[in-house]
């Protein structure tokens, strides 16, 4: 298999794609995905959440929340999909985040007491490049000889 294809002799990226191997990496994104649904869809946060809006800013937040999103899509693309996306596994990330952050956005203009900021989407497409580098870093670094 091409250098290109395997981050160490231990892991293999882009093969074959199993019913188990969708389930485990695509998995864990449709629940993060959900959940930040479910989370867009509260018109009134919890108070705990409230106060950490008020202590951090929102868009520390997003970022912090799309940074595990992209890492989920990343770690996806790479083990979970074909070669091409495997290969691509940084771009889908960035992509997935940011074409999700617009969706929540959107979504929220429609929950009463909520708005949409452009802002907050460019807080969630920078979280997606943290968390897929970040995601990419570790690997690459984790599983050296």
């Given at each position: 298999?091409?250098?290109?294809?395997?981050?160490?002799?231990?892991?293999?990226?882009?093969?074959?794609?199993?019913?188990?191997?969708?389930?485990?990496?695509?998995?864990?994104?449709?629940?993060?995905?959900?959940?930040?649904?479910?989370?867009?869809?509260?018109?009134?946060?919890?108070?705990?959440?409230s106060s950490l809006i008020k202590e951090i800013s929102d868009k520390v937040l997003h970022l912090s929340e799309y940074a595990?999103?992209?890492?989920?899509?990343?770690?996806?693309?790479?083990?979970?999909?074909?070669?091409?996306?495997?290969?691509?596994?940084?771009?889908?990330?960035?992509?997935?985040?940011?074409?999700?952050?617009?969706?929540?956005?959107?979504?929220?203009?429609?929950?009463?007491?909520?708005?949409?900021?452009?802002?907050?989407?460019?807080?969630?497409?920078?979280?997606?490049?943290?968390?897929?580098?970040?995601?990419?870093?570790?690997?690459?670094?984790?599983?050296?000889?």
């Open positions: 298999m091409a250098s290109e294809q395997m981050v160490s002799t231990d892991i293999q990226v882009g093969s074959s794609i199993t019913p188990l191997s969708i389930v485990r990496y695509w998995g864990p994104v449709g629940l993060y995905a959900g959940l930040i649904f479910f989370g867009s869809s509260i018109s009134t946060p919890p108070e705990a959440i595990l999103f992209g890492a989920l899509i990343y770690r996806a693309s790479r083990h979970g999909s074909g070669p091409w996306m495997a290969q691509h596994a940084v771009l889908a990330a960035v992509a997935g985040s940011a074409l999700y952050g617009v969706s929540d956005e959107t979504h929220q203009w429609f929950v009463p007491l909520r708005e949409a900021d452009v802002l907050d989407v460019v807080a969630d497409t920078v979280g997606g490049i943290v968390g897929a580098w970040g995601w990419r870093w570790i690997e690459r670094h984790a599983y050296r000889d």
